[in-house]
T-cell receptor, first 114, second 112 residues
């Protein structure tokens, strides 16, 4: 398996623009997680899905952030409008239900908002 | 609210020395505790997962212990190598299927 796939790997945009981050989880995994990592706040969970349904979005910073999972093999995290403080590395992770609950992380998308 | 702390934030050791990485958590009612490795510019790789009913887990040169009563977990890396240089993060889960709360990580440098 190719692992968790994220695109783009790097994104530079200007304040006010819409940003869409994409994630393809490992095939057969039931859970999908979106994290944000910054120097100041470390790694934070934004939202997670189980069987394509959002379970906990309490980590989503504000209404500018939205996430969708239209099917088991694709999820998006959208920021509209983007702000400089959104600059961070955004990770997607997935895992299978039950078992050890080990999460498998993608390589991340490095976002810079100017 | 669970808080996970890792001290020190950075550690430098000569090659061959054993590494001891610490992780503390405020709420002992955890479901499991996981250790991850993160290389610069990369995602996280799961190293070891300890269920709340377990005291330790081992994989090769890595050994992780868990003491729920004291709110601590320790990751031991025997005979460190330059390739062990990375950031190590611990994370706890409160319940099955629940989200992970991460520590800030310990950045390790193993000098040849």
């Amino acid at each position: 398996d190719a692992g968790v796939i994220q695109s783009p790997r790097h994104e530079v945009t200007e304040m006010g623009q819409e940003v869409t981050l994409r994630c393809k989880p490992i095939s057969g995994h039931d859970y999908l997680f979106w994290y944000r990592q910054t120097m100041m706040r470390g790694l934070e969970l934004l939202i997670y899905f189980n069987n394509n349904v959002p379970i906990d979005d309490s980590g989503m910073p504000e209404d500018r952030f939205s996430a969708k999972m239209p099917n088991a093999s694709f999820s998006t995290l959208k920021i509209q409008p983007s702000e400089p403080r959104d600059s961070a590395v955004y990770f997607c992770a997935s895992r299978i239900a039950g078992g050890q609950e080990t999460q498998y992380f993608g390589p991340g998308t490095r976002l810079l908002v100017l | 609210k669970q808080e996970v702390t890792q001290i020190p934030a950075a550690l430098s050791v000569p090659e061959g020395e054993n590494l001891v990485l610490n992780c503390s958590f405020t709420d002992s009612a955890i479901y499991n505790l996981q250790w991850f490795r993160q290389d610069p510019g990369k995602g996280l790789t799961s190293l070891l997962l300890i269920q709340s009913s377990q005291r330790e887990q081992t994989s090769g040169r890595l050994n992780a212990s868990l003491d729920k009563s004291s709110g601590r977990s320790t990751l031991y890396i025997a005979a460190s190598q330059p390739g062990d240089s990375a950031t190590y993060l611990c994370a706890s889960s409160k319940a099955a299927g629940n989200k992970l709360t991460f520590g800030g990580g310990t950045r390790v440098l193993v000098k040849p």
